[in-house]
């Protein structure tokens, strides 16, 4: 579900690449000024209530200054159809809201309703930091009703409802079209990856440039073509491919390089934190739908958003990623904080200011409230409506407990063997090793 884009932290990343997002882009470039917003609107309360009954609830998000305003709108309106419950706020970018978080966390002081992704549900579970808000459900403070394409379901852990999403996205091949049409490439839903590799050795001898940015670190998308094969990347208590299977995929990957069918990655590295679509690089490259806008905002081509190769032609392993809203266990008010999050994922005024700032809205109510006018986002919409039409969607993987530091490893181990600073067998070797450990608690 930052950091990259293919980190989760996603979608709303990837990712979280939110990775996330809602973008990680927006998160890793949020500036001093961000920090010095977020210490004005304050990091937390006591917890207790007011003599007027008044109750405050603390609530953190990782995102830069855009969001925050964005949600601090949100939280006016807020205030307005609850008085009696005052909201304090905290935002960081997206590594350093998890380091506080875990200060906080183990610390016994967690903020009452926080941002959350997929792949940090079972570890704060597992520490006791998570509360299970179907008791919120059940007493009607907290609908979860009217979720698009099955989302009420992602933030289930064990029978527990640990999380609501805020908003959907996900995998997609983002392309400069223009360099596609002279390619004469014209990507389907159920093409297959025999089509891809042809399309991207067209897009090298046709337009003089690399058909995709490379794919050693997109974690994501290895996890759909795993999920194609039969697999996945996640089991719900560790990896579900093997050691042979990853270095098939890296093998790949270094080949495409060599071939220059891919981007040189150190061609890549150089012009961060633009991408290398953006920068004339590469004719594309896969990422999460909504991060679709960073490529408009940073290039001068017109882009837009493909389907997933396949290996059969039918199954793309896809699934609606979310960022989501978790509690805390210690929070002295779950009907508040119940209250919060419903109002968050269901008022239509509440979609109408976020936009698809945290991914396509998780709720129909939402989804319907804003209808965008750009057409970077009306692509977003529209990708994602072609996917629950196609009937390719499916659930997610559960994440174990140390998803989060496999995530991360993945995409660091990943840029290293790019760099050349490692072998295919010993990125392997260092992969395996280190997620042993993370999974081992």
Known sequence: MQA???????????TSRNVERRTILKAAGATA?????AAT?????????????????RYAWWGAEDRAERINKTIELFHKKYPKIKVKTDFQPYTDFWKKFNTQASGGNPPDVFQNAIGFLRKYDAKNVLLDLNEQVE???LSMD???AGLEKFGEIDGKLLGVPVGSNSMALVIDKPVYTKAGVKPEQGWTWDDFDAAMKKIR??????????MYGVMYLYDLYLRQNGKAFFTEDGLGFTEADLTDWWTKAEKGVQEGVY???KKVAQIKPKSAVSAELAGGEFTWDNFTVRYTSEGKSEYGLAPIPTTDGKKTGQYLGSLMLSASRRTEHPKE???FIDFMVHDPEVAKIMGYDRGVPATQAQFDAFQPTDEVNKGIAAYEISLVEAGVLEPITPHPNGADICEAAFLRIAEELALGKRSVDEAVKQYFAESKTALAG
């Not at 609107?41 to 609830?57: F, M, N, Q, R, Y």
Request: hydrophobic letters at 35%; charged letters at 20%; proline letters at 0%.
């Open 4 to 14: 990259e884009a293919t980190l989760r932290g996603g979608s709303t990343v990837r």
């Open 33 to 37: 000024a961000t920090l010095g917003l």
């Open 41 to 57: 609107t304050g990091c937390g309360g006591d917890g207790g209530a007011s003599a007027d009954g008044t109750v405050t609830i």
């Open 139 to 141: 007493a009607g403070h």
């Open 146 to 148: 009217g979720f698009r």
């Open 205 to 214: 001898d046709r337009a003089g440039r690399a058909g995709d940015s490379g």
């Open 263 to 265: 981007a040189d990655a």
């Open 337 to 339: 904080v119940a209250q």
